[in-house]
Nanobody
């Protein structure tokens, strides 16, 4: 599967953005999907995930209550709605697809098989 992330940009603190991850080659419903981010000088970190089948969602503590991950199988796209953005949310955001078992830990990067190219999100104070 090929993943194309988009929707990043520059936004003021308190604003919103919606990231999209369009998949081609296979349907997103076949995978557990995740979003990760990497800020300059920092390691890549988990943001949110949605498991295939039941669509169970997981969020990192810093974004819980502000970000929402969702999946549109008809459009073969996964979204990350980001509200109440903070300067510390500034990072390159990556989407990923994992085809492993449902019991895999999809908060961890090694559980994912395919990665998109990343989209820059910059939040100004």
């Amino acid at each position: 599967v090929q993943l194309q992330a988009s929707g990043g940009g520059l936004v003021q603190a308190g604003g919103s953005l919606r990231l999209s991850c369009a998949a081609s080659g296979r349907t997103v419903s076949s995978y557990s999907m995740g979003w990760f981010r990497q800020a300059p000088g920092k390691e890549r970190e988990f943001v949110a995930a949605i498991k295939r089948s039941l669509g169970t969602t997981y969020y990192a503590d810093p974004v819980r209550g502000r970000f929402t991950i969702s999946r549109d199988n008809a459009k073969n796209t996964v979204y990350l709605q980001m509200n109440s953005l903070k300067p510390e949310d500034t990072a390159v955001y990556y989407c990923a697809a994992g085809g492993g078992p449902l019991y895999s830990d999809y908060t961890r990067a090694p559980s994912y098989d395919y990665w998109g190219q990343g989209t820059q999100v910059t939040v100004s104070s």
